[in-house]
């Protein structure tokens, strides 16, 4: 039990450690505080933040892949009959990705070409990665509105894909808030070891040193990166409006545009093996007749009658090990269900279980005195906890 809890609390603080780290430098960038100038404090410094890039940017990629595995909005979600428990998720952003990647790409460039300072940058050069880093960061408040905290459990490739883009661009937001702010910083300093002749230039060197709130004003050069990347996307083949549209194209999430048609109902409850008798080819896996689970008929086969009848072995002389391994397979066993879409993969599911089958029938042959009676009355309206020996 000790070691169970300090290896979860390990694991938190690895999950911890990148959106902590981002969210303390964006913190650090706001109370003005002294940089050392120690060059190998610094060089530290960025070898250790180069890691923590790495990370953000692995989760992201995840993110994107696990996307792509989502149902496309617009299709039709498959359901099991007797529970409605779904199969899979909708994805939360469309299959139009290209537009998203290409401005991560180019906002994690831009990141690096600000940690130079911008007197090592020309204005214009200055000007767009600042923009970039503004598009990211409005891409990121979006998304967290798109999606919210509700579809992590929709299936393991949706919620994988919801968590990761959510935890990578939550953290890679806060840098880049803070690079936007050290950034206004050496620019106001700049600015105040300037003077303008021209009235309009030093009207706005006014406000700039007045009113400090210059990212703001990045705002007005978001309009010029928008067009100039999205005339290459144009080249490339991509839709002009594809970067709003990856939000609009999906179905179930706030800003989806796609309604969500009616389900497709498939046998089953969502119970592996019950999907496996149900799902896989007939002459493999050998359906002997139908059963009842949950008041509802279903289709039943050898291993399935054997597996039960294994837990129902447990229930009986083991109930505290039988609470644990059905809580497990609660747990792991209705997600892993939901993969089980075709005739292959429930075949392969069958014989992947085949050596426990074979487990299960030893300890029913070992323990109980008529081990087929137990056998051939799971599922059945026989069925009792206790069989006589």
């Not at 300090?6 to 650090?28: D, E, N, R, T, V």
Request: glycine share 6%; net charge positive.
């Amino acid at each position: 039990m000790y070691a169970d809890r300090l290896f979860s609390i390990l694991i938190l603080m690895l999950f911890s450690a990148l959106p902590i780290y981002s969210f303390l430098k964006m913190i650090q960038s706001f109370r003005n505080e002294k940089t050392t100038s120690n060059e190998d404090v610094i060089a530290k410094g960025n070898l250790f933040e180069t890691f923590i890039l790495l990370g953000i940017f692995t989760f992201i990629l995840l993110g994107f892949f696990f996307n792509i595995h989502g149902l496309p909005g617009g299709d039709p979600l498959r359901v099991y009959e007797l529970t409605g428990m779904p199969l899979e998720g909708y994805a939360p952003l469309s299959s139009d990705l290209f537009t998203v990647f290409v401005f991560f790409i180019l906002g994690w460039i831009a990141y690096w070409l600000l940690s130079d300072g911008m007197g090592k940058l020309s204005p214009i050069l200055y000007v767009v990665s600042s923009s970039l880093l503004l598009v990211n960061i409005l891409f990121t408040l979006v998304y967290f509105t798109h999606t919210g905290f509700s579809h992590y459990g929709d299936s393991i490739s949706v919620g994988a894909s919801v968590f990761f883009l959510q935890y990578g661009y939550g953290s890679l937001s806060f840098l880049y808030i803070a690079k936007l702010n050290d950034s206004l910083r050496e620019f106001l300093i700049d600015q105040r070891e300037k003077s303008y002749s021209n009235r309009f230039l030093r009207f706005l060197s006014q406000i700039s040193l007045n009113y400090e709130r210059i990212p703001v004003a990045g705002m007005l050069f978001l309009l010029p990166v928008f067009v100039l990347v999205q005339l290459i996307l144009v080249l490339l083949g991509q839709r002009p409006d594809s970067f709003i549209q990856v939000f609009l194209d999906t179905s179930s999430y706030t800003y989806s545009k796609i309604p969500a048609p009616p389900p497709e109902i498939v046998p089953g409850d969502g119970h592996y093996l019950c999907t496996v008798s149900a799902v896989g080819h007939k002459r493999l896996v050998k359906p002997l007749r139908s059963g009842i689970r949950n008041g509802e008929r279903i289709v039943v086969n050898r291993q399935l009658l054997i597996a039960n009848a294994f837990e129902n072995i447990l229930e009986e002389y083991t109930p505290n090990l039988h609470k644990r391994i059905r809580h497990f397979y609660d747990t792991y066993g209705y997600p892993v269900s939901r993969h089980i879409k075709t005739k292959r993969s429930a075949d392969i599911v069958y014989l992947l279980m085949k050596p426990l089958e074979w487990f299960f029938l030893l300890v029913l042959y070992t323990i109980d005195a008529k081990p087929e009676n137990r056998i051939h009355m799971q599922y059945s309206e026989l069925r009792v906890v206790h069989i006589p020996k």
